[in-house]
């Protein structure tokens, strides 16, 4: 394990434009970005090896960590180093024009800036440039240029401005350019880091009027969510809600309306281990997932684009016959081959590093359920889906009944054998129940009858092999004795209510076998990799909300304000954590683990009986008796 020049990963923010997006350390250091997509090839690697990985930093000598804030409901980051005789301030963003409501109307150029104000005293500031293209395969020649600097490996090129001090430095992997200037207070330096070589003016005077300008289009996404800014249900847990909404707004692609579930590749899951995977696609579990909490905050335009790019792309492979991918490229491809960078050694001496995902060829089922239930949500918003969408749906129901007798690889993608993992059934029961219930009361078309057969065959089957009476909870796969988080669901998703005792076993085994320390792991059970994983974020935060809904909500209120307090200090969350010390684990900032805060906040004021907003969340007995209300009004008109 290799400590040396690895800064935990709670140290980083991150910015982005809705196309990419970079972590900043702590100590100034962009560690991480790729351009000109999220997807594409890291420029700064730093965070996978810092020796070869390249970095972009700007600090003051003998400051070792500044102090990050972002601008208030923003993604605009401020940095701040002081020392005796002076304050650094450093903004960093990544531009934005236009409006970022839904798909298609932003424009992004690929720069980065980095605006350095001297607030008081003089300040010596520090700089180190060294892109390393292509992960680090390729070698960076460095050459200056009007106004500024040019990097290159001989297909890619980035152009840094605003500095014309410092010297350029051979080492392993290229130049490196290095410069050390003073500042005076009042003064201020404009660093633009600009991908390609199309446009090399240089404009400092428009700097301000950049930031500000990002800094309303993102303030105007954020407050077109009025539900989020009702300040009687969220008690206090504003700026955490308003950082986790802008996160996930930050992984989503301008363009396309997909959401990746990370912005980085092969953050451990064990510091030294191999369990290192690339987060960067949308998959549609986690893009469903996502939809769903940013209906609840009131966006439901990013539902309802997410919705049709899962159905465009869905479309696009259709004729191949391999029924719903669970993951694509932002931009909708499939074909996402797994590689390892041997040449890396991996954060903290953790490898392999893998660009690609081998997942994305596993056959999982309970993405349909998930997208099922984002369709349903948006239709209980007063959302129609255009004729394009309904066939769609109606096909995803029909492949649900004609797929769920066959075995999966399970929601956490375990790399063996597919089993019948009981969390598949379960949300392929979701698929059939909610279009079920769109075809009586929203009118979806389709063999309404078949899915209601289906529906009624897949929960007896679960009631019967997915329970084991011994362990006295739901397991992981049929006749197996191993626990999976996922099942506490169950009682969420409604297969059964809250007060079965299955439900209450099932919630009980979890906390006595899966929990440590207020901490959930997604599973123990062996999987086919060697050593161990940390506990999941989501799964944490499914605890809290089982424990709300079913009457325990001083248990859910202490777990929930434990991970209230381990978000780092910007508000972010990663996927995992270890138990022991509350390290951050996995890729960072996680999509999943900001959707489960959401949620949770609201299943907790709905169960201390605060006014939420907008309707009843499923899994609430309000919903159940909407939906119960429905089903009567449907046999009756059927019969």
């Not at 409604?494 to 099932?506: I, K, M, S």
């Not at 929990?515 to 809290?544: H, P, Q, S």
Request: aromatic letters at 10%; charged letters at 25%; hydrophobic letters at 40%.
């Amino acid at each position: 394990m290799r400590d040396e020049g690895y800064k935990p990963i709670a140290d980083y923010a991150v910015i982005g434009n809705l196309r990419t997006a970079a972590l900043v350390g702590k100590d100034g250091s962009i560690d991480w970005c790729c351009y000109p997509y999220l997807d594409r090839a890291s420029v700064f690697a730093a965070l996978l090896d810092t020796r070869l990985g390249g970095r972009f930093r700007v600090s003051v000598p003998g400051v070792e960590r500044g102090r990050q804030r972002y601008v208030e409901d923003t993604n605009v980051l401020v940095t701040g180093f002081s020392d005796e005789a002076g304050t650094l301030v450093v903004t960093d963003l990544m531009p934005l024009f236009g409006s970022i409501r839904g798909r298609g109307g932003s424009f992004a150029p690929p720069e980065l800036y980095r605006i350095l104000d001297c607030e008081d005293g003089t300040v010596e500031v520090a700089v180190e440039w060294s892109p390393r293209f292509d992960y680090a395969r390729g070698t960076t020649d460095i050459e200056r240029i009007p106004d500024g600097w040019l990097a290159t490996d001989g297909r890619d090129d980035m152009a840094l401005f605003g500095m014309e001090e410092g010297g350029v430095a051979g080492e392993e992997g290229g130049h490196t350019l290095r410069a050390t200037f003073p500042m005076q207070a009042g003064e201020r330096r404009v660093l633009i880091a600009r991908w390609g070589t199309e446009d090399l003016t240089y404009v400092p005077e428009r700097a301000e009027a950049i930031v500000e300008k990002t800094a309303e289009i993102w303030r105007a996404w954020v407050h077109g969510s009025e539900p989020l800014h009702n300040e009687e249900w969220a008690d206090g847990l504003l700026p955490l809600l308003v950082r986790s909404e802008l996160a996930l707004k930050l992984l989503t692609n301008a363009a396309t309306g997909a959401i990746t579930a990370a912005p980085t590749t092969s953050l451990p899951e064990e510091i030294g281990g191999v369990r290192n995977w690339d987060y960067r696609f949308a998959w549609i579990r986690d893009s469903a997932m996502t939809a769903q909490a940013l209906i609840a905050l009131g966006h439901e335009k990013e539902a309802v684009e997410l919705l049709s790019w899962m159905e465009r792309v869905s479309e696009m492979y259709v004729g191949e016959g391999r029924g719903l991918r669970i993951m694509y490229g932002t931009h909708g491809w499939s074909e996402l081959d797994e590689e390892e960078l041997s040449h890396l050694e991996g954060y903290r001496g953790s490898r392999p590093v893998r660009i690609g995902n081998g997942a994305a060829g596993q056959l999982q089922l309970e993405i349909y359920g998930e997208l099922l239930n984002t369709a349903y949500e948006l239709y209980r918003r007063g959302y129609r889906p255009s004729g394009e969408e309904t066939a769609f749906l109606s096909r995803v129901a029909d492949e649900a009944c004609s797929i769920w007798r066959e075995p999966d690889y399970g929601i956490w993608e375990i790399r063996g054998e597919p089993r019948h993992y009981v969390y598949s059934k379960v949300m392929l029961w979701v698929a059939l129940d909610r279009a079920t219930h769109l075809a009586d009361r929203y009118g979806l078309r389709g063999d309404r009858n078949r899915w209601a057969r289906n529906a009624v065959a897949i929960r007896r089957q679960v009631l019967e092999q997915g329970y084991d009476a011994e362990t006295g909870a739901f397991v992981q796969s049929y006749g197996s004795k191993e626990l999976d988080a996922a099942n506490l669901r169950i009682p969420l998703l409604e297969l059964l209510p809250f007060d079965d005792e299955r439900v209450a076993g099932t919630i009980d085994a979890t906390i006595a076998g899966l929990t440590e320390n207020g901490l959930v792991y997604r599973y123990l059970a062996e999987d086919g990799l060697r050593g161990k994983e940390g506990a999941f974020g989501l799964c944490t935060f499914w605890l809290i909300d089982v424990l709300a809904l079913s009457g325990r909500v001083g248990e859910a209120r202490t777990l929930f304000e434990q991970m209230v307090e381990r978000a780092n200090h910007v508000g972010l969350y990663p996927e995992q954590f270890d138990t022991a010390t509350g390290t951050f684990l996995g890729n960072f900032p996680q999509a999943f683990t900001h959707i489960g805060f959401i949620n949770s906040a609201i299943y907790l004021a709905y169960a201390e009986g605060k006014p939420i907003p907008g309707h009843a969340p499923i899994g609430t007995p309000k919903h159940r008796a909407e939906l119960e209300k429905t089903r009567r009004r449907g046999a009756a008109l059927r019969e």
